[in-house]
């Protein structure tokens, strides 16, 4: 094994980079804006870029760094192949060959949320867990499953899409994905908003969340932990089709811990209660008592999960 290894995490504004010690100490971590302009094109090259000029900085010698992991928001196959990264605007692209290409490095290639759990089981929430599901609340919910310590990706790069789980089957309108009812149009950030406009439509109910022109899911979130009635609704809506799905996923995994993150988690323990409550109300025996805890990494999940894909 080497001394050293990188961890990329690429996001639609901004590429994140980390060089590790393969012991997983973080030596330095910095960004370099994505440009998506033509099809993406160009970012690979500045992601092979940033690291060799790092090389050279550092005055690092190949031969004792491991690879390169990369995390990009899109399903990855086994191969390292992105069949399409919608937020990149990429179509199909060998990612880790071009990679290995462009840096002479080894390279190893995921999905952007199964390596954030990656990283969360590794150095972060659930550190030294074997198996460990995450859920990401974000703009989207995303999702990870990591199996004695290996990412889940599946035949298709599809493995832990939680968030497109079918949790409501007379749902009427479309999620982004294109089906009804998936975990994502209630539980995420425009989610959350979505259901409490549906919750106030359907009641007279008075409500601090009212008095907001555009309300936002941090609006909602804080009227609840304030005890807001109506709010109180709307998280025991959102918590009720996330923890009966996380109960699913439980039965299938039989996870050490679920790990949530995204910008939503930033809410707390009153959400994990939120969501604890309908868990354990759905969860298989065995697994009721799985422990539902806040990740810790925030935005270096993913620079952590990379590293440790190439370890």
């Not at 001394?3 to 690429?10: A, N, Q, S």
């Not at 179509?91 to 199964?114: H, I, Q, R, W, Y």
């Amino acid at each position: 094994m080497g001394k050293y290894c990188f961890g990329i995490d690429v996001g639609g504004t901004s590429v994140k980079c980390g060089l590790f010690q393969t012991d997983g100490i973080l030596i330095e971590k910095w960004e370099i804006p994505t440009r998506k302009e033509n099809n993406g094109e160009a970012i690979l090259p500045d992601i092979a870029k940033t690291i060799l000029d790092k090389i050279e900085e550092r005055k690092l010698d190949k031969a004792e760094i491991d690879g390169v992991g990369i995390g990009v928001p899109g399903p990855v196959n086994d191969k390292g192949e992105v069949l399409c990264a919608v937020n990149l605007f990429w179509g199909f692209k060998a990612v880790t060959k071009e990679l290995t290409e462009l840096t002479g490095l080894p390279s190893m290639a995921g999905n952007d949320a199964n390596v954030a759990a990656l990283g969360e089981a590794w150095k972060g929430a659930a550190a030294g867990a074997k198996n460990v599901i995450m859920v990401t609340l974000g703009t989207g919910v995303g999702g990870g499953i990591i199996l004695d310590s290996r990412i889940i990706s599946g035949s298709h790069g599809a493995g832990g899409e939680i968030g497109h789980a079918a949790v409501q089957h007379d749902e009427t309108e479309k999620c982004n994905c294109g089906n009804r009812g998936c975990l994502e149009q209630y539980a995420s950030a425009t989610g959350i908003v979505r259901v409490a406009k549906r919750v106030m439509e359907a009641t007279d109910e008075e409500s601090v969340l009212r008095g907001f022109s555009r309300l936002s899911a941090k609006n909602v979130l804080d009227a609840y932990k304030e005890g807001d009635k109506l709010a109180a609704k709307v998280m025991d809506e959102v918590g009720e089709k996330l923890g009966s799905a996380l109960a699913v996923f439980a039965c299938v995994v039989d996870p050490e811990a679920i790990v949530i993150g995204g910008g939503v988690s930033r809410a707390g323990q009153p959400l994990i209660d939120c969501i604890e409550t309908h868990y354990k109300k759905y969860a298989f025996s065995a697994c009721k008592e799985t422990p539902i805890i806040l990740a810790k990494l925030g935005n270096d999940a993913g620079i952590y999960g990379s590293a440790r894909m190439v370890i």
